[in-house]
């Protein structure tokens, strides 16, 4: 048996752990395959296969496509795409630059009420050109002393109902489907029953509309899914004729998870392999 964790962040988007630091951490984790699948942005996967040969771990390269479907964030999981893809780096771009207008927008809003600035932010903010989100503003906060940990600021002054919060533009969840497969990725939905912090999860019907545009599968073990909501995703994938995955979603000191926490079978993992325009980078 091989230990597969398929979804981790690093310091590129909006994890703490440089891609180098998560490979070292995937080889303490005792895993065979690590997925890198940073937000919205590829540039961390050169530095990873970097270090392939150095820790024995092989790597997924992917990338977390950030999407909306009726004011719902969907997270789309992209294994193995094809890195020069035109219409997918468009979308990147596209994100990223509103994200970044967003954060702006937002540290504004925050600054009358804490003691928060654009420098602050910049200092936690990927320097890579990366997205620039709400965890490095939550980051700013933490550091000013506001707030504890990541956790509090996100249930506090970054709620999505307070009255700091802005939106930022993101593609269609089916639209992304059809954009990874016409780029040779496989893509999988990304802990389809975890409610958003309003409470809300994604409609089944968007995930139908996914799975006929070529979804691949759902992510089911996940720490932010219980054992209730994990039998529902298997309900969902049988009706819809999808695999699942499972994965720790790892972002370093950022969120609780741990590697390797949950993972994916092997089956599955050779299944996205065979589909994928890419291989996976071995030792």
């Not at 925050?110 to 990927?126: G, K, T």
């Not at 639209?175 to 999988?188: I, S």
């Not at 691949?216 to 994938?237: C, K």
């Not at 979603?249 to 609780?256: L, Q, V």
Request: glycine content about 8%; aromatic content about 6%; proline content about 7%.
């Amino acid at each position: 048996m091989i230990r597969i964790d398929p979804h981790t962040h690093s310091a590129c988007s909006d994890g703490t752990d440089t891609p180098a630091e998560l490979m070292t951490a995937a080889a303490r984790a005792g895993l065979d395959v690590v997925g890198l699948t940073d937000h919205d942005t590829l540039v961390g996967w050169d530095e990873a296969a970097g270090e392939v040969g150095r820790t024995g771990v092989a790597l997924m390269r992917g990338v977390e496509i950030s999407c909306s479907a009726a004011g719902i964030t969907v997270h789309l999981l992209a294994y193995m795409p094809d890195p020069a893809d035109d219409a997918l780096l468009a979308v990147f771009e596209r994100t990223r630059a509103s994200r970044l207008v967003r954060a702006r927008r937002i540290v504004e809003n925050l600054s009358a009420d804490y003691p928060i600035s654009w420098e602050l932010v910049q200092r936690f903010a990927p320097q890579d050109g990366g997205p620039v989100g709400r965890p490095h503003i939550a980051d700013a906060l933490v550091a000013a002393g506001t707030f504890p940990d990541r956790s509090a600021a996100f249930a506090e002054a970054l709620h999505p109902s307070g009255p700091y919060f802005v939106h930022h533009w993101a593609p269609d969840p089916v639209e992304a489907v059809t954009l990874v497969r016409r780029a040779g990725g496989v893509p999988v939905l990304a802990h389809p029953r975890a409610r958003d912090r309003q409470n809300r999860v994604v409609p089944e019907e968007t995930i139908a509309a996914m799975a006929e545009a070529g979804l691949f599968g759902l992510e089911r073990d996940h720490r932010d899914q219980s054992p209730v909501e994990r039998e529902e995703v298997d309900r969902i994938a049988r009706r819809l004729g999808l695999q699942e995955t499972g994965s720790s979603d790892y972002h370093g000191t950022g969120k609780p998870n741990r590697l390797g926490e949950n993972l994916t079978l092997e089956y599955v993992y050779r299944a996205i392999e065979d589909e994928a325009g890419l291989e996976v980078i071995r030792p």
